[in-house]
């Protein structure tokens, strides 16, 4: 009797390590995953003043904000920022609920600072990971240029 409880009790444990490593290691992916992507649709958009990629990547359905007509009225207002000339380190905030919770999106949300030839900008980014894709949810570019 002893014998089978250790046998079991080992291979609860067994399983709940393995579940622990495998969510640790989804939960690497998944951070490097959204940064990676952020980083290449920021770039993208903010170097050509293109809503494009960020669109191409928005979340379905579209919330308001991140839908075309107003993004390229955004992006062409922002145009007066200049070229860009560098960026930021970028501050990440991540939130991937456990495996249990399968009912519950993960997240992720982005803040960094850019640098273009007539001002500075704020950009405010917001993330939600669906089926082991993420999707941009805000786009948000801050900046006292438009300010008035």
């Given at each position: 009797m002893k014998r089978i409880a250790l046998i079991l009790s080992s291979a609860v444990l067994v399983v709940v390590v393995a579940l622990a490593l495998w969510q640790n290691h989804d939960r690497g992916q998944a951070v490097e995953q959204a940064s990676r992507?952020?980083?290449?649709?920021?770039?993208?958009?903010?170097?050509?003043?293109?809503?494009?990629?960020?669109?191409?990547?928005?979340?379905?359905?579209?919330?308001?904000p991140m839908q075309e007509a107003p993004m390229v009225i955004v992006f062409n207002s922002l145009q007066r920022l200049g070229e860009l000339r560098q960026m930021g380190e970028v501050q990440m905030e991540v939130d991937i609920p456990p495996i249990w919770?399968?009912?519950?999106?993960?997240?992720?949300?982005?803040?960094t600072h850019?640098?273009?030839?007539?001002?500075?900008?704020?950009?405010?980014?917001?993330?939600?990971?669906?089926?082991?894709?993420?999707?941009?949810?805000?786009?948000?570019?801050l900046t006292s240029l438009l300010a008035a």
């Amino acid at each position: 009797m002893k014998r089978i409880a250790l046998i079991l009790s080992s291979a609860v444990l067994v399983v709940v390590v393995a579940l622990a490593l495998w969510q640790n290691h989804d939960r690497g992916q998944a951070v490097e995953q959204a940064s990676r992507l952020m980083q290449e649709v920021t770039q993208a958009a903010l170097s050509d003043w293109d809503p494009t990629p960020v669109l191409a990547n928005a979340a379905v359905p579209t919330p308001e904000p991140m839908q075309e007509a107003p993004m390229v009225i955004v992006f062409n207002s922002l145009q007066r920022l200049g070229e860009l000339r560098q960026m930021g380190e970028v501050q990440m905030e991540v939130d991937i609920p456990p495996i249990w919770q399968t009912s519950r999106a993960a997240t992720a949300g982005f803040i960094t600072h850019a640098e273009f030839e007539y001002g500075n900008a704020e950009i405010r980014i917001t993330m939600e990971r669906k089926s082991g894709r993420w999707y941009f949810t805000s786009f948000r570019v801050l900046t006292s240029l438009l300010a008035a």
